[in-house]
């Protein structure tokens, strides 16, 4: 993370849902708006991965890849120089400006749904390309701020018949924490039963959906605040 006068906010949405009612982007909309309010516009990116998006890895990507790791994981600007191909070239032209994006955030803020019990293929394939080798030194993320919002139409916690169905919030917290990200600078916020308004089936679970919802907009003011 860069250290700046001016704090810089990197929001990323990975909902396919674009017609306002997509949960997760109205809530990483209610945390932009109120840190846009607090900080200003200047320090804020907004990357959209359905609108835009990331071309998923390919051979080329992997061939580069390991020719770094050969070389003991150089840092990114150094990488341009070990290119052999075109391919590659083109591999690395769409890689580092999205590391760059992430190690210039002070807070990285995702919105995103559960798809099948996991995270949107938009979200995987960025994934994919900003886990270069050597993108994020050791250290370099450890106080970057990461703002999760989780939007799922079911409800998967402890005592749920499918607790063990969570593939998303887990897999999130294992990737930041393997990437660097401080624990205590993880912040996961849950938005659950997102579908009992529009499915007569869960309409008793009503209720849990709107105190659900209220929670995770509550969360989210308190971490912009705070």
């Known amino acids: 993370m860069t250290v700046n006068a001016q704090p810089s906010l990197l929001r990323l949405d990975s909902s396919a849902d674009n017609s306002g009612e997509s949960v997760s982007r109205r809530l990483t909309t209610l945390f932009t708006d109120l840190w846009r309010e607090r ?7 907004h990357r959209d991965l359905v609108a835009e998006p990331v071309p998923p890895i390919s051979s080329a ?7 770094v790791e050969g070389k003991g994981l150089v840092p990114p600007g150094e990488v341009g120089a070990l290119v ?27 919105g995103v749904p559960m798809y099948n019990f996991s ?5 995987k394939a960025w994934i994919d390309r900003v886990t270069f080798p050597g993108a994020f030194p050791e250290g370099s993320l450890r106080r970057t701020r990461v703002v999760v919002a989780l939007a799922r139409g079911g ?5 749920t018949p499918r607790r063990g169905f969570d593939f998303q919030e887990p897999y999130l917290r294992a990737y930041f924490g393997n990437l660097g990200v401080a624990e205590e600078n993880l912040h996961v916020v849950r938005a659950e039963m997102t579908m009992a308004d529009r499915l007569e089936d869960l ?20 971490l912009v605040s705070g």
Not at 61 to 67: K, N, Q, T, V, W
Not at 84 to 110: C, K, Q
């Open 39 to 45: 900080y200003g516009a200047a320090g804020y990116r």
């Open 203 to 222: 309409a008793r679970f009503r209720p849990v959906a709107d105190a659900s919802l209220a929670e995770a907009r509550a969360v989210l003011a308190g």
């Open 61 to 67: 990507y992997c061939a580069l890849g390991r020719r």
């Open 119 to 123: 995270v949107p293929a938009s979200l």
């Open 84 to 110: 052999e191909n075109p391919e590659e070239e083109r591999e690395w032209a769409l890689t580092l400006p999205l590391v760059r994006e992430v190690s210039a955030a002070d807070t990285v803020l995702l």
């Open 155 to 159: 409800a998967y916690g402890p005592g």
